[in-house]
C-alpha cells in the first residue's frame, strides 16, 4: 500500500522545537521531491518547504526561512523537517507530500502535482 505518514507533532512552547518525519511505504522518495505543507483552521494550505532528489536543494517559505530545516534519509526513505524557535503562528496541522517531479518545481508552494499526500500531524505552540 502505497502511502506517506507524517508523525512528531504536538505541543511544544514559544521557542521550542520539534521534529517532523514523513516516512514514505509502498515506494520509493528517492527520485521524488518532497514537500511539506501546512493548514491552519483560519488559514489557507501554506507551502513550508521543499527538498529535491538529485542534488538535495531546499525551498523555504519566508515565513519560516531561518527557523526550520528539511533534510531527507533515502536509506530510511524518510523525510524530515526540523523546526526551531516555535512561534504560535506556527500552529497548525502539518502534511507532507511526494511531488511528481525529481525537483521542486515553481508551483510547488501550491501543492500542485503532488502524487502522494500524507494525512497530517498536529502542531500546536503555545504556552
Known amino acids: 500500500q502505497v502511502q506517506l505518514v507524517e508523525s512528531g507533532g504536538g505541543l511544544a512552547q514559544p521557542g521550542g522545537s520539534l521534529r517532523l518525519s514523513c516516512a514514505a511505504s509502498g515506494f520509493t522518495l528517492d527520485y521524488f521531491a518532497v514537500g511539506w505543507f501546512r493548514k491552519a483552521p483560519e488559514n489557507e494550505r501554506e507551502g513550508v518547504s521543499c527538498i529535491g532528489s538529485n542534488d538535495g536543494s531546499t525551498h523555504y517559505a519566508d515565513s519560516v526561512k531561518g527557523r526550520f530545516t528539511i533534510s531527507r534519509d533515502n536509506a530510511r526513505n524518510t523525510v524530515y523537517l526540523q523546526m526551531n524557535d516555535l512561534k504560535s503562528e506556527d500552529t497548525a496541522t502539518y502534511y507532507c507530500?511526494?511531488?511528481?517531479?525529481?525537483?521542486?518545481?515553481?508551483?510547488?508552494?501550491?501543492?500542485?502535482?503532488?502524487?502522494?499526500w500524507g494525512k497530517g500531524t498536529l502542531v500546536s505552540v503555545s504556552l
Open positions: 507530500a511526494e511531488l511528481s517531479t525529481a525537483e521542486c518545481h515553481s508551483a510547488w508552494k501550491s501543492g500542485a502535482n503532488m502524487d502522494y
